[in-house]
């Protein structure tokens, strides 16, 4: 039986891909329809994707969003678990900023790879493959970014993501220690400008009360456009 839609369809023919009964069944079950044309679309540009990372949300793209309504000079950029790259290389692109991305995959960073020079900014990009959690943070960045994994395995979550990189999307068994961390040297920082955060919807609370531990008070909660906490900004 095929559930996929005209569009799904068209979109097959455009990439020049065979439709088999092996192919539909596939995407029937679940698997993501970017994953077998190989791209994505992300805030109108387009962007390599596999296995590797994770498909971007309708949810990033408002992080950027409301990053941009912030109307404030933004010369160099900090994307943390950059993944794909979409977040800061569309910041690049939209406001000709300098980006420094720190991801620990490999394989995400190939992917990286592939889409900075699609977009030719390796003069805008510096990609640094490290794990967050031994990478310091300098004080010279207008913007820090981060959309990190959130989600524990006891999480509802679509089936869909199954077929995404569980270190994309799991933080183990404590959903804001990528937060944690990233606020701690936030906390000793004097330059920045904003910090912004995509979250998931039951984390803000937690987020909030550890920043004001840390003597951050100048934060404040967004929704996404279905109503739910998706977002965090933390002010200089």
Same mark, same amino acid.
């Given at each position: 039986?095929?559930?996929?839609?005209?569009?799904? &369809? !068209?979109?097959?023919?455009?990439?020049?891909?065979? &439709?088999?009964?092996?192919?539909?069944?596939?995407?029937?079950?679940?698997?993501?329809?970017? =994953? /077998?044309?190989?791209?994505?679309?992300?805030?109108? =540009?387009?962007?390599?994707?596999?296995?590797?990372?994770?498909?971007?949300?309708?949810?990033?793209?408002?992080?950027?969003? %409301?990053?941009?309504?912030?109307?404030?000079?933004?010369?160099? $950029?900090?994307?943390?678990?950059?993944?794909?790259?979409? &977040?800061?290389?569309?910041?690049?692109?939209?406001? !000709?900023?300098?980006?420094?991305?720190?991801?620990?995959?490999?394989?995400?960073?190939? $992917?990286?790879?592939?889409?900075?020079?699609?977009?030719?900014?390796?003069?805008?990009?510096?990609?640094?493959?490290?794990?967050?959690?031994?990478?310091?943070?300098?004080?010279? #960045?207008?913007?820090?970014?981060?959309?990190?994994? =959130?989600?524990?395995? %006891?999480?509802? $979550?679509?089936?869909?993501?199954?077929?995404?990189?569980?270190?994309?999307?799991?933080?183990?068994?404590?959903?804001?220690?990528?937060?944690?961390?990233?606020?701690?040297? /936030?906390?000793?920082?004097?330059? #920045?400008?904003?910090?912004?955060?995509?979250?998931?919807?039951?984390?803000?609370?937690?987020?909030?009360?550890?920043?004001?531990?840390?003597?951050?008070?100048?934060?404040?909660?967004?929704?996404?456009?279905?109503?739910?906490?998706?977002?965090?900004?933390?002010?200089?």
């Amino acid at each position: 039986m095929n559930n996929l839609s005209d569009l799904d &369809i !068209n979109t097959l023919k455009e990439h020049n891909i065979l &439709i088999t009964n092996e192919l539909l069944t596939k995407l029937n079950d679940g698997y993501p329809l970017q =994953y /077998v044309v190989g791209d994505a679309i992300f805030y109108g =540009y387009k962007y390599f994707v596999n296995e590797n990372v994770l498909i971007p949300r309708f949810e990033t793209e408002q992080l950027i969003e %409301q990053v941009l309504n912030k109307n404030f000079k933004i010369n160099k $950029v900090l994307d943390l678990c950059s993944g794909s790259g979409v &977040i800061g290389l569309t910041l690049a692109n939209l406001t !000709n900023a300098y980006v420094d991305m720190v991801e620990v995959s490999h394989e995400a960073n190939e $992917v990286c790879k592939r889409n900075i020079k699609l977009h030719h900014l390796e003069n805008k990009i510096n990609l640094i493959e490290q794990d967050l959690f031994k990478y310091q943070i300098e004080d010279c #960045y207008d913007l820090i970014i981060s959309n990190p994994p =959130y989600l524990t395995h %006891q999480d509802k $979550v679509s089936p869909n993501t199954r077929f995404e990189p569980d270190m994309a999307l799991y933080s183990d068994e404590d959903p804001i220690k990528y937060y944690k961390y990233i606020i701690d040297q /936030v906390a000793l920082l004097n330059n #920045y400008k904003l910090v912004a955060f995509e979250i998931g919807e039951e984390e803000a609370d937690d987020i909030i009360f550890y920043a004001k531990s840390k003597n951050i008070n100048n934060i404040s909660v967004k929704k996404d456009y279905n109503d739910k906490d998706r977002f965090i900004f933390i002010l200089k």
